[in-house]
């Protein structure tokens, strides 16, 4: 079975950092392309960043550009999402996703959420003024 967990969301001051983790198990993680979404109050669920299967190339919504960074640890099956100077703005839910089919098609912003077929649970990011 297909799982992606997430932890390290939580509290922080404007201009904090927080860094988010997405563990994946049940499929071949090297294989796949990841992304990371979120969902502020009232919104959509958005698009923020997706990074290719190899781990060298990464895309990022214009709003996170400069302040978020992703990296993969394939050996670990794992995925981050580093975050610096945090925003109000960037409170929300924050989801990890996989897509299952093998390569890097569609893997750039702005990759529509219909593509991903395994999320993680959520976690919770509140930036506070």
């Known amino acids: 079975q297909v799982q992606l967990l997430q932890s390290g969301g939580g509290s922080v001051q404007a201009g904090g950092p927080l860094r988010l983790s997405c563990v994946a198990s049940?499929?071949?993680?090297?294989?796949?392309?990841m992304g990371w979404f979120r969902q502020a109050p009232g919104k959509e669920r958005e698009g923020i960043g997706f990074?290719?299967?190899?781990?060298?190339?990464?895309t990022y919504a214009d709003a996170v550009k400069g302040r978020f960074i992703i990296a993969r640890d394939n050996a670990r099956n794992a995925l981050y999402l580093s975050m610096t100077n945090l925003k109000p703005e960037d409170t929300g839910m924050y989801y990890c996703?996989?897509?299952?089919?093998?390569?890097?098609?569609?893997?750039?912003?702005?990759?529509?959420?219909?593509?991903?077929?395994?999320w993680g649970q959520g976690t919770q990011v509140t930036v506070t003024s």
């Open positions: 049940g499929f071949i993680f090297k294989s796949n392309c």
């Open positions: 996703a996989a897509r299952q089919q093998y390569g890097n098609g569609g893997c750039s912003y702005p990759a529509d959420l219909t593509l991903f077929d395994d």
């Open positions: 990074v290719y299967t190899f781990g060298d190339h990464t």
